[in-house]
């Protein structure tokens, strides 16, 4: 049975081969998301046995329960460290990530892609990755020199002994380039712009006082890290810790590896995606191909083949297909993750062209992706196909699918979108955890409970659609209409495949635009003021980048404003949870921004050691205003303190102190946001040009109003439907290739009757036209279904979020229009071959075809 199945396979090939594509775009997905990740890791493996290839023991400020930190400490720890015996060498240095470097046209370098690393330079080669390249200068050794790595002064256009313009703690200084560097032998740290000064003009820059952030010390030969650690841990103060060169390597190597796991995980859930639209598809294909071969499966039943055989050689023939869609998705694969990597560099993270790396898991993984996609598919197809009773070769009809009612579809399509429907309202609206699970179930079932539910809808929907093509294009026409409808489980079930790329379009659309609707109010409700200040250098992807104390300082000696105000973020602990933390200044932020105090919160955060809460929060933790809250800061450890008001508007944060407060337990934070106001009389384009020189010279930092803010907002949203819209593509090829599919069996099964219509006078145009529109109606009925479902799905996801400012449900009418069409145009597209096919039968052959 096994031989007998792979002869199928081979007589059939261009079934075999559309089949076998949609595997492999959905496998190749998979493999592709794989690959990459497994090569960045990889190449971060590298770059961390760098770093860390002569530090045995690192010295740091205790983080505690903030996890890796930058603190500074005193740098007299650097004298007790190497008064241990056992140290061979050590040294210590500073770093900071709020700094930027702008280019010759004053524009910030890096922007929203890699981030910027300021450090000192270090003496001891063995300590530090970093090196002078040939020809690249020297390094920095006093006030007024910088050193950059060899990528950003290539992309830069810089040369040694240009005047660079750096920004750090204290504003914009000019600085000579005197040394260009690599990491180790690579030009960059995987596109980031690498600034290093000498020590103490590094500290200045930064803005430290006699400190380190870090200490790397290198053992005599005989000693062991460990025992080195213990030895170390003796001498330093509170605050101050010592791990193993290879345990901060392993921390490092985590927090990369869960940064890269969002990609992967964003990656995976669009190819999972394309793996269910491909189950759609394969499950059609077999389902058609079992009727087809009605007689031939009876006839191995007449001479001896039990249903057993049968429905192992339907399985076989889908695990041949999936075996061979899953190598060659395996190896499309390796095309996939070199175009994300062309994607990552064309944004600017400068990813080496290291040899892709292909692990044993991502095999496995793709082939159990593969092959059980065609199994599953299959199951339900190959038990069909056991059951044809031997008699059914002996029927000149054997082929026909009997009618059955729909009733008990009916009954369990309700019942699985029904469950479909709960786990989703789970997930939107009640408390639980992992709510995206719930969410991403409720969708599939319901998926699958609307593609059941599908085929009532079918003939209906057909009229419908195709209600003017008898009138515009005669018999074709109304033989494309009837022929849609002859047969609704079959166009239900090939149309389901493009309902579930549809739909997630249609749900992303109006999910944007529904953000987009709600944005403009929400900006103009929070922001009253006049001028919003940024920086454009993102360093740290949970808070706002830092600006240097300086511009707000700037900012308020120019007449034209009234008021400056700036805002400042950190973290805390409480409770032995991270929280996000704001600084304001109680004599002006409601003047610029909207907090929504509740009474006299924000004028009570004068008071030291206070804070307000937002109202939830607050009740969240059963706090009331009056309480002490001991609060953990990095800088100054526990503090007590009380809660004195609370607020609602909780966009930026929970928690806010006053900016007295904030400095008081931190260092060397920049503000995260700075607002001004014009003074009456002054329009707003009148002070932001009056402030132009000092915006200007602060390279990194981007003015806006209000409606300047929406606008940019709105990009971006218009951005990420774009990148959604394009991962989704893969899904929509493959119910384009179901299409197709479909099609093409259809017309080896109605080989006679087009033979016959041929026979009767139909020319070959108006048999392509035919098949054509066929093919329209199917996709227009799966858009039609994805935009209906999209569009709830959109509401549901709307309704839930509006306690987070989701306060308009808006449906995009354009996209959706645009939706429609390019579901007509694909099915025209999908009709190609088919119809070219159909049109170019030989009238007698097809005649003559039983």
């Known amino acids: 049975m096994i031989k007998t199945a792979i002869k199928s396979l ?67 720890v650097l004298g007790s460290v190497l008064a241990v015996d056992g140290v061979d060498v050590a040294e210590g240095g500073v770093a900071s990530i709020s700094i930027q470097v702008l280019d010759k046209s004053g524009d910030p370098i890096g922007g929203q892609g890699p981030p910027t690393l300021g450090f000192s330079w270090g003496e001891v080669p063995s300590l530090s990755p970093m090196r002078i390249k040939d020809g690249g200068g020297l390094p920095p050794s006093g006030p007024g020199e910088v050193m950059l790595d060899a990528n950003t002064v290539d992309n830069a256009g810089f040369v040694l002994g240009d ?38 003009e590094a500290r200045r820059v930064f803005g430290f006082g006699d400190e380190f952030s870090g200490i790397s010390v290198q053992a005599v030969a005989d000693v062991d890290a460990d025992e080195l650690t213990e030895r170390i841990s003796l001498v330093l103060p509170s605050g101050v810790e010592a791990v193993t060169g290879e345990t901060e390597q392993d921390e490092q190597a985590a927090d990369i590896n869960e940064g890269l796991s969002f990609l992967s995980i964003g990656l995976l859930s669009f190819a999972g995606v394309s793996v269910f639209v491909g189950a759609f598809i394969i499950q059609n294909t077999f389902r058609i191909v079992v009727a087809q071969r009605t007689r031939e499966l009876a006839l191995l039943r007449a001479i001896g083949a039990t249903g057993r055989q049968i429905r192992v050689m339907v399985i076989v023939e889908a695990l041949f297909i999936g075996l061979v869609g899953s190598v060659a998705g395996i190896a499309f694969g390796f095309v996939m993750a070199l175009a994300i990597r062309g994607l990552m560099n064309a944004g600017g993270f400068g990813v080496p062209a290291d040899a892709l790396v292909l692990l044993p898991r991502t095999l496995v993984v793709s082939m159990l992706v593969g092959l059980g996609l065609t199994l599953l598919s299959s199951l339900l197809p190959a038990r069909k196909a056991s059951r044809i009773p031997p008699v059914a070769a002996m029927r000149e009809d054997a082929a026909r699918t009997p009618r059955r009612s729909l009733r008990t579809r009916a009954i369990a399509g309700t019942a699985i979108t029904g469950l479909g429907v709960l786990l989703l309202a789970v997930g939107l609206f009640a408390s639980v955890g992992r709510a995206i699970i719930f969410v991403a179930a409720g969708a599939a079932i319901a998926f699958i409970g609307v593609s059941v539910l599908a085929p009532l809808a079918a003939k209906p929907l057909a009229d419908v659609i195709g209600w003017p093509l008898p009138r515009l294009f005669g018999i074709s026409g109304l033989l494309a209409k009837e022929n849609t409808k002859r047969k609704p489980r079959r166009t239900a079930s090939t149309a389901s495949a493009l309902m579930v790329g549809v739909a997630l379009v249609a749900f992303f659309s109006v999910f944007g635009a529904s953000t987009k609707a709600s944005i403009s109010d929400t900006v103009f409700e929070l922001f009253p003021a006049d001028l919003t200040f940024q920086s454009e250098n993102q360093n740290d992807p949970e808070l706002p980048a830092a600006i240097s104390p300086a511009f707000a300082v700037d900012l308020e000696t120019y007449d034209e404003l009234s008021v400056v105000s700036a805002m400042q973020f950190g973290r805390v602990v409480i409770d032995g949870d991270q929280q996000f933390l704001g600084a304001v200044d109680p004599s002006t932020i409601n003047q610029v921004f909207a907090l929504q105090p509740n009474g006299d919160a924000v004028s009570a955060l004068s008071q030291p050691g206070s804070m307000i809460v937002a109202s939830g929060f607050l009740e969240k933790n059963g706090w009331k205003v009056g309480d002490i809250v001991t609060t953990e800061f990095a800088h100054s450890g526990e503090v007590e303190m009380s809660v004195v008001g609370t607020f609602e508007a909780d966009e930026f944060s929970n928690i806010y102190v006053s900016t007295e407060t904030f400095k008081a337990n931190y260092q060397y934070v920049g503000d995260g946001l700075v607002f001004a106001n014009a003074r009456d009389g002054v329009g707003v384009a009148a002070a932001q040009e009056a402030i132009s020189p000092t915006v200007d010279a602060f390279g990194n930092v981007k003015a806006q109003t209000k409606s300047e803010i929406v606008d940019e907002l709105e990009t971006q949203i218009d951005q990420a439907l774009a990148l959604f819209t394009g991962l989704l593509l893969f899904a929509v090829i493959i119910a384009i290739l179901g299409i197709t599919n479909t099609l093409t069996l259809s017309i080896y099964e109605r080989t006679r009757e087009i033979g016959l219509l041929r026979a009767v006078g139909m020319v070959r145009r108006q048999v392509r036209r035919m098949i054509r529109w066929e093919a329209v109606i199917i996709a227009t009925f ?9 569009i709830v799905l959109g509401w549901a996801v709307v309704k839930a979020l509006e306690e987070e400012g989701f306060g308009a449900f808006s449906i995009p009418v354009g996209q959706v229009v645009l939706a429609l069409f390019l579901a007509a145009l694909a099915g025209v597209l999908a009709a190609i071959w088919p119809a070219r096919k159909a049109a170019r039968m030989n009238i007698l052959d097809a005649i003559s075809t039983e």
């Open 10 to 76: 081979f007589a059939h090939k261009i079934r075999f081969i559309l089949t076998a594509v949609a595997i492999v775009l959905g496998v190749s997905l998979v493999a592709g998301t794989f690959i990459f990740t497994d090569t960045i890791n990889a190449q971060f493996d590298d770059l961390l046995d760098d770093i860390y290839a002569g530090i045995d023991v690192s010295v740091r400020a205790d983080a505690g329960d903030f996890g890796a930190s930058t603190e500074p400490f005193p740098a007299e």
């Open 163 to 200: 005047e660079v313009t750096v920004i750090g703690f204290l504003g914009p200084e000019e600085f000579e380039l005197v040394g260009i560097g690599s990491f180790g032998d690579q030009d960059s740290l995987l596109g980031a712009t690498l600034v290093l000064f000498e020590l103490e």
């Open 782 to 790: 799966g858009a039609i279904l994805g935009v209906g479902l999209g």
